[in-house]
Nanobody, 124 residues
Framework: QVQLVESGGRLVQAGGSLKLSCAAS????????MGWFRQAPGKEREFVAT????????RYTDSVKGRFTISRDNAKNTVYLQMNSLNPEDTAVYYC?????????????????WGQGTQVTVSS
């Protein structure tokens, strides 16, 4: 079992930066892949970024490449999402998710555990 709690979401102006955190409980955190997803009003939840069990492999959706960085600290059971050059299209509820496997996958359905989400709002 893995429990996830996101934090760091808030209102920010376009061009600004935010760093989201996801604190995980459970002894298996260091062996599982983690992901960040987001859901805007009226839209389906979409993949944003993922990182494998040891942080050596990452993957991003095209719209955030070069702006967002996913990282993890297994000693702190925490995964992060650094978001730079934010624009209004990034406005969404951001969710942290964990897989039972250490390999990265971008499919929403491949993740077994989810946090409650944190709201990110980017004003123009």
């Amino acid at each position: 079992q893995v429990q996830l709690v996101e934090s760091g979401g808030r209102l920010v102006q376009a061009g600004g930066s935010l760093k989201l955190s996801c604190a995980a409980s459970g002894r298996t955190f260091s062996s599982v892949a983690m992901g960040w997803f987001r859901q805007a009003p009226g839209k389906e939840r979409e993949f944003v970024a993922t990182i494998n069990w040891n942080g050596g492999i990452t993957r991003y959706t095209d719209s955030v490449k070069g702006r967002f960085t996913i990282s993890r600290d297994n000693a702190k059971n925490t995964v992060y999402l650094q978001m730079n050059s934010l624009n209004p299209e990034d406005t969404a509820v951001y969710y942290c998710a964990a897989r039972s496997s250490g390999a990265i996958v971008t499919l929403t359905t491949a993740y077994d555990y989810w946090g409650q989400g944190t709201q990110v709002t980017v004003s123009s």
